[in-house]
């Protein structure tokens, strides 16, 4: 079993949808959590940490779910400029970071 | 200016050579990984190095080898090349926060490995 694991997608939304994300971790003592984007050809950048209480920047929202165990990104008024791969990252206690396969997202004119 | 750089970005060789891949950082890192994206885009980790350390090893063929000079440098060789091999290694970098935590990591842009 992965130790992060996504809905691989693709989900394709036109410009202005609200799209959702979530991703599950196995490891119930992972300790931070991250979203990363990631577009084609390109490396893996940070978008936003993900707080247990939750936390807000601009258009994106992150969730933690602790007792069930997952992470979501809620994205408002899609751009075409959010088309990309979004990657579920975990950090265990061993100081490992276990990255999702990520979810692929084409917001379409 | 770079933070994290990769040397080369492109990297296309026979099966059997040995290659190998540079990374270097100007961030002040303590903590340096390489990671493997395959075909189908899963990031894996095969190394990480703290302070030249080596702290993990993941399953990974004998036949790659990292190195770690200092820690702004971690290299990454592979003897006798498979077509397996062919994939994205990126490097990435870190830091330690009261030796456990670590903030989020920086990538390199990647080498593009193509054996044939």
């Known amino acids: 079993r992965k130790e992060v694991e996504q809905d691989p997608g693709p989900f394709n939304v036109p410009e202005g949808a609200t799209v959702a994300f979530n991703c599950t971790y196995s490891?119930?003592?992972?300790?931070?959590f991250f979203w990363y984007r990631q577009d084609c050809r390109k490396e893996p950048k940070l978008l936003m940490s993900v707080y247990s209480s939750g936390n807000e920047d601009g258009r994106f929202t992150a969730q933690l779910n602790r007792a069930s165990q997952y992470i979501s990104l809620l994205i408002r008024d899609s751009k075409l400029s959010d088309s990309a791969t979004y990657l579920c990252v975990a950090l265990s206690y061993g100081n490992q970071f276990y990255f999702g396969t990520g979810t692929s997202l084409t917001v379409i004119p | 200016d770079t933070a994290v750089s990769q040397t080369p970005k492109y990297l296309v060789t026979q099966m059997g050579n040995d290659k190998s891949i540079k990374c270097e950082q100007n961030l002040g890192h303590d903590t340096m990984y390489w990671y493997k994206q395959d075909s189908k885009k899963f990031l894996k980790i095969m190394f990480s190095y703290n302070n030249k350390e080596l702290i993990i090893n993941e399953t990974v063929p004998n036949r790659f080898s990292p190195k770690s000079p200092d820690k702004a440098h971690l290299n990454l060789h592979i003897n006798s090349l498979e077509l397996g091999d062919s994939a994205v290694y990126f490097c990435?970098?870190?830091?330690?926060?009261?030796?456990?935590?670590?903030?989020?990591?920086?990538f390199g842009p990647g080498t593009r490995l193509l054996v044939l």
């Open positions: 490891n119930s003592a992972s300790q931070s």
């Open positions: 990435a970098s870190s830091q330690m926060i009261a030796g456990v935590f670590q903030e989020t990591q920086y």
